[in-house]
């Protein structure tokens, strides 16, 4: 099916063509050409020297009357990364104000199988479209990791899921976030003092273990803990048969939805650094008082734990 576009809309897409305010990408009358060939265009006219504003919009209108879905493909091109060879922010400003427009007549700038679509949504001023809300990351890797040689490994994998991303390739950005997100989950637990004990040793906890202990000692927040739940779901399609299963591959959105919540934790555990440690509860304290082991139920006996207590038997230490 065509997609229909107001006249309105159509007006506002060949201003960004034409891109006569910056930081847009400026285009002469003859670019302007190029610019609908590169779309997939047939018979495109050669610049006459017309307006060039005028000019856009008359072919985008005469094209959707047509009935043809090169308006469509003109305006999926403005959003087309391939458009912008070394103009990162001209390619933002573009992308911005292209889905600020085009939210108006109910549609955004999507992603499905790796290629660009327009996706339905409901029209209205782009604040006002429900969407997960943007959060910034606040903070340096090493106000978080206090171990330089780790820092620097969590800056590297904070930097290729970013290289990732703007390449297109989010299954492996977002492999780097569930990883990274482990990784300083898990060097808080092992360097700071905590509240409440760790449920299991350390070497055998996953990152669903580490954000449950990270919030039970008020690391992270309530909001970070269920969302990363998220997380934890994509960053297990490293295993292509999750991926099959689940039968979905991450795209843009899906690392739109992911990235926040990985700076929402990184923000939470700088914040929580200095803090001190949670104490025990009131069962935990009156369990203790009695002999009782607060943590028995979850510390079942295993082989390890009871070559340990028997007489001439090994030591293992969780790491």
């Known amino acids: 099916m065509t997609e229909i576009f107001d006249d309105s809309t159509l007006t506002e897409i060949a201003h960004l063509i034409c891109g006569d305010e910056p930081p847009l990408l400026y285009r002469k009358g003859y670019q ?10 047939d018979d495109v006219p050669e610049y006459a020297g017309t307006p060039r504003h005028k000019w856009a919009k008359d072919l985008l209108r005469e094209r959707q009357e ?37 939210v108006l007549d109910g549609r955004r700038i999507g992603e499905e199988g790796g290629q660009l679509v327009l996706v ?13 809300p943007r959060v910034e990351l606040k903070v340096s890797v090493t106000e978080v990791v206090s171990d330089p040689e780790l820092a620097a490994t969590v800056q590297l994998r904070l930097d290729e899921a970013r290289t990732c991303y703007e390449h297109g390739a989010y299954t492996s950005a977002v492999i780097m976030l569930g990883s990274l997100l482990e990784g300083v989950l898990a060097h808080a637990a092992q ?12 070497g055998n906890m996953g ?27 994509y960053r297990n399609l490293v295993h292509p048969l999750a991926e099959k299963r689940t039968g979905h591959v991450p ?37 203790r008082a009695r002999g009782r082991n607060p943590n028995a139920s979850a510390q079942r006996p295993t082989p390890a734990s009871v070559a340990r207590r028997r007489p001439g038997g090994g030591t293992t230490a969780g790491t």
């Open 191 to 202: 360097v700071r003092a905590a509240g409440v004990r760790m449920p299991k040793p350390l």
């Open 251 to 287: 795209n843009r959105d899906t690392l739109d939805m992911c990235w926040p919540v990985v700076n929402a934790t990184l923000n939470d555990l700088a914040a929580t650094a200095a803090a001190p440690p949670v104490p025990p509860s009131p069962r935990a304290s009156t369990d």
């Open 66 to 102: 047509d009935g043809t879905d090169e308006t469509e493909r003109a305006i999926l091109r403005l959003a087309n990364r391939l458009e912008y060879y070394n103009q990162q922010q001209e390619y933002q400003a573009t992308l911005k104000r292209l889905n600020e427009i085009l």
């Open 120 to 132: 339905r949504c409901e029209a209205g001023f782009e604040d006002e479209v429900r969407q997960l």
């Open 207 to 233: 990152l669903n273990d580490f954000v449950e202990f990270a919030y039970k000692n008020k690391w992270i927040e309530h909001d970070a803990k269920l969302a990363s739940e998220l997380v934890r779901h």
């Open 32 to 41: 302007i050409a190029e610019f609908f060939q590169r779309a997939g265009w």
